[in-house]
């Protein structure tokens, strides 16, 4: 578990994210003054065992050197008592985040006159002449934390020297106010602000509106845009709420294999998991006649990872069912791959599906669970995601609240077949694909 | 989501898991009365859209042909209201388990004197003369409902027929009293048993113990084990607490792709994803040279999936990273995979890996964050899974209660790596590899 560090990731400088990656960048351009608690020097990583010692015998000769050297003599372990050695390690504190702060009832008017430390990525920077706006974001919420700096604000030179600029992380101390804008109930009157990673005018994701296309060209900085963060947020949300509704209900979570030998119903075209041809390093290279073959030309299998060939999986629900058949109801939820090559919003090569198993449960049992489900994560994320929802609802998708609140609050109706293709039949409604063609087509027999 | 009867299999006959199939096995074995409200007739699914009609111009054929036939013409869509059609889903009821009745602090004494039904799979059955014991288990936990019958109950015919034998799904009905016996404070007085799915004596899971290596030719079967069935619930109380923790200290979940371009810190050889060889119906079969290549014989990659080389991921690491620089703390828990040939315990090709990412941090904060994940997850099985963990401090290992206990309760102290070394020299254990040996590999430099 290595901890990332906060930098802000300047555009124009390849990045190599290798362990400790980011911090070194950081350090490396940073000349401000950095709080020593933050960033302690980091201890070099060991050597991986594997990559460098790949014999036994090379343990014998690093150890003869040693012994040659006279090293190991030299080392001592000093007789101390465990309790001597090291320090307790720290206790865990959920940091104060943005969200804590104006998430509750009053919006944080109850913290007013509390000292509190926010640390994340500037959004804006408004320079008045008297007073500094800045707006932080910590991810925690959409809205970000105003703020307002006066020249007198311990760091305020990074300010006038530029440091400060969108997308630079910062670490800014200082008290909450009432605040006199409309946008928000409170504010933070700055103390002492430290930039933790600078940015510069060349950041890609500045205040005007970006596409997605253009985003999905910065793929490691949309996270820091607002739709990508409210997806992110809401996605968490529908997630533990899944893990919560089946939870609360005594189902068991199955992780169904992902690598497997069994294809289930039919479902879709499978990938393929081959060690057969050369990893990543060495793929884009690859003869194939260097894949192994049997006499009569045919692919060998028997050279395999698994001896046989493999693929991943396209439902978790053979193994589910197993589960079922013994433990009641279970659940799976993890990712599933289709190979299909049809490049719609329906159809993803990979995708995280939720496969609930009942024992003892017949068609209504069914259908019961799958309404309950589904308005429990609903109501879920309505209550739990609203400023998202509001985003959404103001920016994506006009109305989808108000949909979202009939899933949740509605009645849902089992009806016949025929019923429904009646119902379609009589809405104003053109379809792609004529609703008697349908009927036809999937009429239960 | 497909309702899994809980059928009995009966391991001779060969088993196809295709939509139903264990509903349909079920109904050709049973022979005895059904509860109507269980399993009412399915509906035949509709065919699947995509294995049937490949082309548009069947869409044309199946029209019509339907037209020509007249029968579309006799098809009528009743003209009903909305509020006239079908019936409300019903309400999900959170089924009672075993668990429910004896999982509480007076372990069922509160509820002696209900009716309950119990609905799981035939553990033994001991046939006396005046009474008949059944231990039934639900795999809501590992101890059984202990079932007493007299002649008189509905449904005792099924045990003088043999119907009722061990790994039979039966639904029971009863009343609760208090045990005569010492294992349970409550047993179930039987008034109705219906046999939901036969067995018979060839079931090969009897009450006899059987070996781990046995039990993976029956894969299908050994979630019916104590041992299974405990390692699920203590695997699902781990994941969820896994959830629960980091949900409720503010992170993020994030799902990391799957398959990827990308490799991470070169954790391990990976496994290539790729559809230039066949899917799983043709795959043994698939001859070397179908393979598309280029002109000089390598292997031509813009024709794979993604246009090139993908695997399948090592680390979610550098995906959690972006995140973590916008959203301050998220966490990765998902599977990973490593093509690593090494066939030891600690050597698995697929694994879930939980990969924490804390923006803001730094050692002592990782640190604290471990330590504090790793009490959480172990103090919650410890509290929620007693039985299973008193199963494996009997039977798989003895003491893990008390060094779990340990790992829960006391403190974590973070020392030099000298004085780590120092400990191992003084500890009165041969290790498989020289501790000095270790020390001279690993030393930070």
Redo the contacts between chains.
Sequence with gaps: ???????A?TPATPLR???YS?LRFLSFYSKNPISP????P???R????H?T?PRKRC?CS??SA?LQSG??KK?E????K?GE???????????L?I??IKGGPDEGLNRVGQTVVV???VRTLRVQSSVTFLEVN???SLSNMQCVMNSDAEGYDQVESGLIATSA?I?VQGTLVASQGSKQKVELKVEKVVV?GKSDPSYPIQKKRVSREFLRTK???R??TNT??AV??V??AL??AT?KFF????F????S???T?S????A??????????????E???????A?P?TKN???D?SQD??G??A??TVSG??N??????????VYTF??T?R?E?SNTSRHL??F?MI???????????????????LQYVVRHVLDNCKEDMEFFNTWIEKGVIDRLNDVAEK??????Y??A???L?KAKKKFE??V??V???????
Tied chains: 1, 2.
């Design positions: 578990m290595a901890a990332t560090a906060a930098a990731l994210f290798k362990p980011t608690r933050l960033f302690p980091l201890p070099r060991p050597v991986s065992f990559s010692i343990f690093v150890i040693a090293e190991m080392t372990f000093p007789e101390k465990v050695m090291g320090n307790t390690v720290g206790e865990f504190r959920k940091k985040k969200a804590d640390m994340g990525w910590d991810g925690s992380s670490w933790v793929a490691h900085l996270p820091r990508f963060g992110a947020r996605r968490n997630a533990y893990h939870q609360e209900n005594g068991v979570w199955i992780s294999p992902i690598i030998a294809d289930c119903e039919g879709g075209e499978q990938f393929c998991v081959t060690t057969l041809i050369p990893s990543s390093r793929a884009a290279d690859s003869p194939v006649d894949i073959n030309g045919l692919i299998w990872f698994f046989k060939p693929f991943l629900q053979l589910a069912e197993t589960y079922a058949t013994a433990l009641s109801d993890g990712p791959f190979a090559n090569a990979e995280w496969e609930p198993e009942l024992a003892f449960a017949d068609l209504d049992d069914d259908m019961a669970c799958a309404t309950a489900y009645d849902f109706v089992q009806l016949t025929t019923d293709i009646g119902l039949l694909f004529p008697l063609l009927y036809f087509l999937f009429k239960p027999t």
